[in-house]
T-cell receptor, first 111, second 116 residues
Framework: NAGVTQTPKFQVLKTGQSMTLQCAQD?????MYWYRQDPGMGLRLIYY???????DKGEVPNGYNVSRLNKREFSLRLESAAPSQTSVYFC??????????FGPGTRLTVL | AQSVAQPEDQVNVAEGNPLTVKCTYS??????LFWYVQYPNRGLQFLLK??????LVKGSYGFEAEFNKSQTSFHLKKPSALVSDSALYFC??????????????FGKGTTLSVSS
């Protein structure tokens, strides 16, 4: 099993550009999550999907949209990137009743 | 507001000495508690969790954590530190147990530095 995979690993955008961060898991987990990690702030939840077909906002959803494409895939879209969205983005998944499993992260820089 | 506090930004310890990384939480009800570790340029790895039962929980790589309900704390410990334990450690809380879609509330992280 590959676990949780994320693409791309690194990305540099200009202000106003759009992009989609991809996440996939092969563990048959129901729930998936997107977090951002900023220095000194820990991880903050952007969006989550409790199960296929559902998505909900987390703590910091502004400027982002998500799609739960199927049970395996959960993508995060930045429609018009801003420098404040420079961060490391982590996708995670969890089965019912267990801890979350994290991907390796995407390091995004918005100039 | 629900929160997790890791009062130390950095903990320094000599190899072979015991280590403690502190965590306190402010969450209503009976939360589930977790510790994760992050090595440079890597994702988070699960270390251990407390759900119920014995207040001392054992996890990966020789780590353990002690749950104290009266002090709302969940400190991470290891009897003998290794240089390879140097990493960023996160405490996290799940306020609603492990129901589907329950997000974690993370502390800000503590950098552990073990010197040889």
């Amino acid at each position: 099993n590959a676990g949780v995979t994320q693409t791309p690993k690194f990305q540099v955008l200009k202000t106003g550009q759009s992009m989609t961060l991809q996440c996939a898991q092969d563990m048959n987990h129901n729930s998936m999550y997107w977090y951002r990690q900023d220095p000194g702030m820990g991880l903050r939840l952007i969006y989550y999907s409790a199960s296929e077909g559902t998505t909900d906002k987390g703590e910091v959803p502004n400027g982002y949209n998500v799609s739960r494409l199927n049970k395996r895939e959960f993508s995060l879209r930045l429609e018009s990137a801003a420098p404040s969205q420079t961060s490391v983005y982590f996708c995670a998944s969890s089965p019912q009743g267990r801890e979350q499993f994290f991907g390796p992260g995407t390091r995004l820089t918005v100039l | 507001a629900q929160s997790v506090a890791q009062p130390e930004d950095q903990v320094n310890v000599a190899e072979g000495n015991p280590l403690t990384v502190k965590c306190t939480y402010s969450v209503s009800g009976n939360p589930y508690l977790f510790w994760y570790v992050q090595y440079p340029n890597r994702g988070l790895q699960f270390l251990l969790k407390y759900i119920t039962g014995d207040n001392l929980v054992k996890g990966s790589y020789g780590f353990e954590a002690e749950f104290n309900k009266s002090q709302t704390s969940f400190h991470l410990k290891k009897p003998s530190a290794l240089v390879s334990d140097s990493a960023l450690y996160f405490c996290a809380v799940s306020p609603l147990g492990l129901q589907a879609g329950t997000a974690l509330i993370f502390g800000k992280g503590t950098t552990l530095s073990v010197s040889s």
